[in-house]
């Protein structure tokens, strides 16, 4: 039975009398402050102090490791814009250097052939592609192989409760560098890189505050269901890969302009760049992953896989800053953790359950402290200053009426489409629009509003200043593109390289950094 994302049974936490807790400045008293909250352990409560400065005692070693495994998985985030460069332009016809005898790859080629559905048997342009990623490619693949035993585990139980190859999990490598939050320049998202409205077929709703294509349980079981109709429709594993990067359109016009010929390799030149690389990326890596040793590339062998984690309903309104203060969680892994909560903040709507993924050591730190949590957060959003963003949306569809002033490119920033998005859904055969014209939008990002006239969400920075009209971020040591992108909702890696001029991703602490379109 697939994975569902349903309430945890109450968990039975040890008793909070033998935690020390660290009392650093004003304390809130939680007797004091929950005399209308009832609570689920009124002993704990009665002799527990929390304040902004608490921290409850752990293993030093443990949380070492967890530090480092969490930093590793964060710090491959920048990893993904490489990636999907790498596969969407890979030139391998004029690769002259070899890393691997011809003979030798023939026959594991055909030993990997053997166990799996896909067809792997020998043709020079797989071997130019295996060649390449050797060259090019051999501290990213060892940096998968680490991060991979994080996520691996998670895709294979998913994976085989719909019956599909377990070998689709190298898939996400080629997607997204298994960065759950990594966003292409058409606005794929996710593990899995989901569509905005291919996402909501599959069952994965968008807000303001969530986007379920950046869970990865729930965008793995949506890839699987996905994958699944793609199979059906082709009978054909490699075409199915094919049909998911660029849609079972592309892959159905290549066959026809191939004469006819159902083999991917014979269609390949009839494909889109993209995907023209996209199948032999997928088989390099896979060849890579079950070949790594032969091949010298190291295995970090980590011991907490993404099942040494567990959840938690979360019933009131939470940040990742307060979660990080009273639990003693880090904010990165909590980021790692639950990469679907865009703002870094977990929202209590009605009708629909939210859950918090910890280290399984944590879980039962929150639920025996949880009104106080609850309480404790309650209090410290009530005092900000700024406003919490509103939830807000995105429909299924709307119509938009064109007014004065716009152009498709301005609608189509506005909801998070492309302009031949547009197009296509209307039936347009150029970019000349009419005043009052009617059209037919599928957005993928609804616009973040707030709850009362301050303009300044929570995750306002103060590394952001103003030059003149400019919004400015000055970077700081350990700083990368993917970080910066995370505090800013609606700045992406692309738009900052695009409006600082930066074609790498290594970023010099004081480099000063604009935040929007802007002359600075």
């Not at 930093?71 to 990893?79: G, M, P, R, T, V």
């Not at 790859?105 to 797989?126: C, G, H, M, V, W």
């Not at 903040?345 to 009605?350: F, G, H, L, T």
Request: proline share 4%; net charge positive; aromatic share 10%.
């Amino acid at each position: 039975m697939a994975q569902e994302q349903v309430a945890p049974p109450v968990l039975e936490a040890k008793s909070s009398t033998t935690e020390k807790v660290e009392i650093i400045q004003n304390p809130i008293k939680l007797n004091a402050a929950f005399k209308e909250t009832p609570s689920i352990n009124d002993k704990s409560i009665e002799s527990t102090t929390i304040n902004e400065g608490y921290k409850l005692e752990d293993n030093s070693e443990a949380a070492r490791y967890d530090s480092l495994w969490m930093k590793e998985l964060y710090d491959n985030a920048s990893l993904y814009d490489d990636m999907y460069n790498y596969v969407s332009n890979l030139e391998v016809d004029t690769l002259k250097q070899l890393t691997i005898d011809t003979e030798v790859l023939k026959e594991r080629l055909e030993l990997l052939d053997q166990k799996t559905p896909f067809n792997i048997a020998y043709n020079p342009s797989l071997e130019r592609v295996i060649q390449s990623f050797l060259l090019r490619k051999h501290e990213f693949i060892e940096r998968m192989i680490t991060a991979s035993q994080f996520y691996f585990p998670m895709f294979e139980q998913e994976l085989d409760n719909y019956n599909i190859p377990l070998e689709i999990k190298y898939l996400a490598i080629v997607e997204s560098a298994l960065n759950p939050r990594a966003k292409s320049r058409v606005g794929a998202t996710g593990l899995w890189q989901f569509m905005y409205s291919t996402g909501k077929m599959y069952g994965l709703d968008v807000s303001s505050y969530v986007d379920d294509r950046s869970d990865p349980i729930k965008s793995t079981e949506a890839a699987c269901k996905y994958l699944s109709k793609l199979y059906e429709t082709f009978g054909d594993w490699d075409l199915a890969l094919a049909a998911y990067n660029s849609g079972p359109g592309n892959v159905n016009k290549a066959i026809r302009r191939s004469g006819g010929y159902t083999n991917y390799w014979n269609i390949r030149r009839n494909l889109p760049r993209e995907t023209a690389g996209y199948v032999p990326a997928f088989l390099a890596t896979m060849y890579l992953f079950e070949y790594a040793e032969e091949h010298g590339i190291k295995l970090n062998k980590v011991e907490r896989p993404y099942f040494e984690t567990d959840t938690v309903h979360v019933k009131q309104l939470i940040t990742f800053d307060q979660i990080s203060k009273l639990v003693g969680v880090s904010k990165e892994e909590l980021i790692v953790l639950n990469p679907s909560y865009k703002l870094n903040i977990i929202p209590n709507i009605k009708d629909k359950k939210h859950f918090l993924r910890l280290p399984k050591e944590a879980i039962g730190k929150f639920v025996t402290n949880e009104a106080a949590i609850y309480a404790f957060a309650e209090k410290e959003n009530k005092s900000r200053e700024s406003a919490l963003p509103k939830l807000v949306t995105a429909e299924d569809r709307i119509r938009y009426k064109v007014k004065s002033g716009d152009y498709l490119g301005k609608i189509a920033e506005r909801y998070g489409v492309g302009v031949s998005q547009i197009k296509q859904w209307n039936g347009l055969r150029s970019n000349n629009l009419r005043i009052g014209q009617r059209l037919i939008i599928y957005p993928r990002k609804p616009v973040t509003t707030v709850s009362s006239s301050k303009n300044e969400a929570i995750q306002s920075s103060p590394a952001v200043s103003l030059n003149g009209n400019s919004k400015i971020h000055t970077v700081k040591a350990g700083d990368s593109l993917w970080t910066i992108s995370r505090k800013y909702p609606g700045i992406t890696i692309e738009k900052l390289k695009q409006w600082n001029g930066i074609s790498g991703n290594n970023l010099q602490p004081g480099t000063k950094l604009k935040l929007c379109d802007c002359s600075s």
